[in-house]
Each structure stands twice: as structure tokens, then as C-alpha cells.
């Protein structure tokens, strides 16, 4: 099909000064749906990202929306695309999901995942899971093969064995950088919340594919230091994730607990089927969450059309999408570069 697009306007604005969010916007008027989709959206965690980190984090996000982007420009649904762009991020031990994910208060790593289908309400996931290298993986599993929407712990692992799905050593999961912190964390003084919002690297993806249907997928390895059987917000439906195809679809990041109270995924999109824009709804839902709750985080949003919005309320979020044969990526507030897709890096 030819393009359409007679009018294209790239806004971005940092409303720092206002609200102190960062705000993406890409708004385009005249422009087919054909040209809008697919597209894929994927975050590497709200937080701050030591110096040291910061390219890699930046490299994994854009490798993993590279990923994910090629499975929509095949055959594949807005599930095989957000599930690749997890499941890469996981392999990815810059952040905090799969390998390299923070440690538990005894120093093992228990992880939460979800996965929604947009088109049926379906999702799966999975919690307070261990020894599993792809928890997103094991989530769309629980989706596809059981009744129930979230299996936790010990019968996460029994169903994973059921189903052939590879256990690997709790050990291999962990990495010098998170036990370092774990240990820092142990300290009478220490603050494991504060440190988080330092660095937290939970991973999500959104998507709407060329059939205009929209999925999110959302893993992480949860809060530094938490309890052991600690569920967040990332395996609740509603709270670590949410898709719709009359709406849009939710990818979270932040402090869990935070998130839960104000069920931040379902909460965007309710704002959206008031009529706001998928920015505009982030934003509400955010500032909400901030003045209720006192909780930080960020999300990246999908509306059908394939309008999509990045925000977070932390310093810094490592963030990427495709659309149209553009690489869009991002980590402070108001950055926003841009580059053909098949460009190196
Ligand atoms: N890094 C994060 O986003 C943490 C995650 N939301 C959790 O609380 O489990």
C-alpha cells in the first residue's frame, strides 16, 4: 500500500518544569492505520542508571525492539513480538529481570512475569518464580496451556516441569552486581526502596502488529531485598500489565506496591476510554499514583491506532520503539533520537 501520510509532526516537550515528567508524544494527522502498524514499544525500567550502565542499558533496549520489531515485519502476532522483546532483555544482565535480576532478602532471586492478549482479555502470569532463565516465557505458557490466569512459586516450577520447560541453577540467575547489592542492602541503616528507585530495570514491551491486535508482556525480578514469596505488582493483571484491543495496551514499571494500590496499567487505560490520549492518560495516572501513594515509576502505552507514549516519573528510563521503519530511543527526560531501523548502531 502507498503511504499516505500527507502530514507528520514529531512533538517532544519535557514538561519537567510542570509536572516534572517526561513527555513523548508522536502525533500525526492524515496518517492510514496501515502506516501506524505495527508497532513496538519496550522499556528497561524506571530509575536512575549509574554512568557505567547507561550504554549497555540503552544497547539492550534497542537490540530487544530490534528483536521483537522483525518478529511483526514476519508472520508474527503482537504476542511473538513482545515476547522476544522480553525474553531478550532477560537474557540481558543490565537489567532487572531473568539473569541479573536483584536478590531476595535471603539472596536468591524469585521473579514475576505477565503476558496479555489483547483480543481475547487472555493472560498468564507466573510469580515468586525461580530457576527459570525466561519467566515471560513460563507466563505466556500458563496462558496458553491452563485455565488460570497466575500460577506462584513452588507450582509455578511443577507446572514448568510439566511442560518440558528448561530449569536451570538459581545460582546461574545471579550476577556479582546484584549480590553486591544485596549485600549492601543487609545493613541495618540500609534503605533496599531508596536503592531501588536508584536502579530498577524491571523490562516490558507493548505492541499493536499489522492485524491491529495488541499485547504486553512484563518481567522483572521484583524489589531489592524483598520478602521471600513477595508477589508485585508485575504478576497481577491490571497492575504490572494490561491489553485491550478496544483500548490500548500497559507495560509498568516502578514501585510495586505503589503501582498495585492504584492499579496503574488498567488505571491508563480507563483514562483512555474517557477519551485522553494514550500521553495524556499516563500522565493523569502517574501524577496520580505520585500524589495518592507517593510511588514513582514509567510505562510505555499503545492505542489501537498505533499512537504510543513513553512517560515515566524518574530520573531516567531506557526506553525504544519501531514504527515504520524507525528506531525511536530514549533515556533522560525530553531525549529523543531517531534512526532507520536497519541502520547500525
Ligand atoms: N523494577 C521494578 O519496576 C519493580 C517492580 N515493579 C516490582 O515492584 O516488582
Known sequence: MSPCVTQTSLNLFSTRSLNRFTCLTISLSRVSLADMLPVLVVHGGAGFIPKERVQLSCAGVQAAVRGGYSKLQGQGSAMDAVVEAVTLLENDHHYNAGL?????????????????DGRYLASGAVS??????????????????????????????????SMGFPEVPGESLITEYARMRWKKN???????????????????????????????ATSTGGMLNK??????????????GYADNRVGAVSPTGEGEAIMKVTLARLILFHMEQGRSAEAAAD??????????????????????????????????????????????????????????DDPY
Open 100 to 116: 541479573g535480576s536483584v536478590l531476595n532478602a535471603k539472596g536468591e532471586v524469585e521473579m514475576d512475569a505477565i503476558v496479555m
Open 227 to 240: 520478602m521471600e514469596g513477595r508477589v508485585g505488582d508485575t504478576a497481577c493483571i491490571g497492575c504490572g
Open 128 to 161: 515468586a518464580v525461580r530457576k527459570v532463565a525466561n519467566p515471560v516465557q513460563l507466563a505466556r505458557l500458563v496462558m496458553d496451556k491452563t485455565s488460570h490466569l497466575c500460577l506462584t512459586g513452588e507450582g509455578a516450577s511443577q507446572f514448568a516441569r
Open 186 to 216: 543487609l545493613a541495618a541503616d540500609a534503605n533496599p526502596v531508596e536503592c531501588q528507585m536508584g536502579k530498577m530495570g524491571t523490562v516490558g514491551a507493548v505492541a499493536v502488529d499489522a492485524e491491529g491486535n495488541i499485547a504486553c
Open 284 to 341: 493523569e495516572a502517574l501524577a496520580y499514583m505520585k500524589e495518592r501513594v507517593g510511588g514513582l515509576g514509567g510505562v510505555v502505552v499503545v492505542d489501537p491506532q498505533g499512537e504510543w507514549s513513553v512517560r515515566f516519573s524518574s530520573l531516567q528510563m531506557a526506553w525504544a520503539a519501531a514504527q515504520q521503519q524507525t528506531l525511536h530511543y530514549g533515556l533522560y527526560t525530553g531525549e529523543h533520537f531517531t534512526q532507520n531501523i
